[in-house]
């Protein structure tokens, strides 16, 4: 049997990065750490590496970094290893091997205080129960993680009064969670951990219980929170529309691994692999890509001519624009025509026809 060694992934995480993570396995069962130390047993598919050795390799050599106030989203079907791999973050779960660093700190070399600082203060998590005290009010639950902290009350309470407008709950401070539905609840626990100010946000598939129309309405409260604060957050979902609506960047999970690390245009407009390619394959492409995978360079006349469009657009903009004026759209940018867009570049990637890139025009 070959016992070599693992070989480290050797990048230099950005800048910006706030969590950074390279060659991370969680294996559970016995002897787990010879799974990534053994080449051999690394490359066994997860029946077979059950067979031989009685271990599950839950996330198997996993790298990546998330960037200061990015929401990076991490997605996969049920098993693929994505609420085991947030855990291992701040270490609620103990990884079996490879490295995880916050702002450059060695999470794995954490001792216990610093463990409990990283939880209590840098890294808060809002899991899909909410875990919300039945004895205690609205607002002593949005309090609590402060009271852990160990801020006077009168300062608490004050905080938690804030977010509690923040997230749409005034009004019903003093009410019990029984007296609340479950979407209320979830805006409970949303403000109990943003009340602490984390540097980030762990959300472990917090809407799935929800009824669809509250999910969407907690996906709004999302995107509006982070629009106006830019905080970091790390979202766990198994649906593709709330990925696809929240990330700016997607991990794609499946069997432990991560597939393809994208954005949601490079996801649905470039599948890594047949798997990514069948998972998007009922994705409204229109609403999902930019006008640069429709564009074309301008010809004479046409920079001038047409609605002007910024190059973030979505092609379904770009199609209402087109649609409305009858006139090709000009892809503009700080002034200069980048390029256009017609008819056939747009039906083009409505029916995922493979379209020429475009190429600024000089």
């Given at each position: 049997?070959?016992?070599?060694?693992?070989?480290?992934?050797?990048?230099?995480?950005?800048?910006?990065?706030?969590?950074?993570?390279?060659?991370?396995?969680?294996?559970?069962?016995?002897?787990?750490?010879?799974?990534?130390?053994?080449?051999?047993?690394?490359?066994?598919?997860?029946?077979?590496?059950?067979?031989?050795?009685?271990?599950?390799?839950?996330?198997?050599?996993?790298?990546?970094?998330?960037?200061?106030?990015?929401?990076?989203?991490?997605?996969?079907?049920?098993?693929?290893?994505?609420?085991?791999?947030?855990?291992?973050?701040?270490?609620?779960?103990?990884?079996?091997?490879?490295?995880?660093?916050?702002?450059?700190?060695?999470?794995?070399?954490?001792?216990?205080?610093?463990?409990?600082e990283l939880r209590r203060h840098r890294a808060a998590m809002v899991f899909q129960h909410f875990g919300l005290l039945p004895h205690r009010t609205v607002l002593d639950n949005i309090a609590y993680g402060l009271e852990i902290q160990g801020v006077g009350r009168a300062e608490r309470r004050e905080r938690a009064t804030e977010f509690v407008s923040k997230v749409g709950l005034d009004g019903m401070e003093h009410r019990r969670p029984s007296q609340?539905?479950?979407?209320?609840?979830?805006?409970?626990?949303?403000?109990?951990?943003?009340?602490?100010?984390?540097?980030?946000?762990?959300?472990?598939?917090?809407?799935?219980?929800?009824?669809?129309?509250?999910?969407?309405?907690?996906?709004?409260?999302?995107?509006?929170?982070?629009?106006?604060?830019?905080?970091?957050?790390?979202?766990?979902?198994?649906?593709?529309?709330?990925?696809?609506?929240?990330?700016?960047?997607?991990?794609?999970?499946?069997?432990?691994?991560?597939?393809?690390?994208?954005?949601?245009?490079?996801?649905?407009?470039?599948?890594?692999?047949?798997?990514?390619?069948?998972?998007?394959?009922?994705?409204?492409?229109?609403?999902?890509?930019?006008?640069?995978?429709?564009?074309?360079?301008?010809?004479?006349?046409?920079?001038?001519?047409?609605?002007?469009?910024?190059?973030?657009?979505?092609?379904?903009?770009?199609?209402?624009?087109?649609?409305?004026?009858?006139?090709?759209?000009?892809?503009?940018?700080?002034?200069?025509?980048?390029?256009?867009?017609?008819?056939?570049?747009?039906?083009?990637?409505?029916?995922?026809?493979?379209?020429?890139?475009?190429?600024?025009?000089?």
């Amino acid at each position: 049997m070959n016992t070599a060694p693992h070989t480290p992934t050797e990048l230099r995480p950005p800048a910006d990065s706030v969590f950074s993570v390279r060659d991370l396995w969680k294996v559970f069962g016995p002897k787990a750490d010879r799974v990534p130390a053994d080449k051999e047993l690394a490359s066994l598919g997860a029946a077979e590496l059950r067979e031989r050795t009685g271990c599950t390799a839950a996330v198997r050599d996993v790298s990546f970094d998330v960037r200061k106030g990015e929401v990076f989203v991490v997605m996969g079907l049920s098993g693929s290893g994505k609420s085991t791999l947030v855990r291992c973050l701040t270490r609620l779960i103990e990884p079996t091997s490879g490295t995880i660093s916050i702002d450059g700190e060695d999470v794995l070399s954490m001792d216990t205080g610093r463990l409990r600082e990283l939880r209590r203060h840098r890294a808060a998590m809002v899991f899909q129960h909410f875990g919300l005290l039945p004895h205690r009010t609205v607002l002593d639950n949005i309090a609590y993680g402060l009271e852990i902290q160990g801020v006077g009350r009168a300062e608490r309470r004050e905080r938690a009064t804030e977010f509690v407008s923040k997230v749409g709950l005034d009004g019903m401070e003093h009410r019990r969670p029984s007296q609340l539905s479950g979407g209320q609840q979830q805006r409970v626990g949303l403000a109990r951990a943003l009340a602490v100010d984390p540097e980030v946000l762990l959300f472990d598939e917090p809407f799935s219980a929800l009824d669809p129309l509250i999910r969407r309405d907690m996906q709004e409260e999302v995107v509006r929170l982070h629009r106006e604060e830019g905080r970091t957050m790390v979202f766990i979902t198994h649906d593709l529309s709330e990925a696809l609506k929240l990330g700016d960047r997607i991990a794609l999970m499946q069997g432990g691994r991560i597939v393809q690390l994208g954005t949601p245009e490079e996801i649905v407009g470039a599948p890594a692999d047949d798997y990514v390619r069948d998972f998007v394959r009922d994705v409204p492409r229109e609403q999902v890509l930019t006008v640069r995978s429709a564009m074309r360079p301008a010809l004479a006349g046409e920079r001038d001519a047409g609605p002007a469009l910024d190059p973030g657009a979505t092609v379904h903009e770009a199609i209402e624009a087109v649609a409305r004026t009858g006139e090709n759209a000009r892809v503009v940018e700080g002034g200069r025509c980048l390029g256009v867009v017609d008819h056939a570049g747009l039906l083009g990637v409505v029916a995922g026809v493979p379209v020429a890139p475009g190429k600024a025009v000089a």
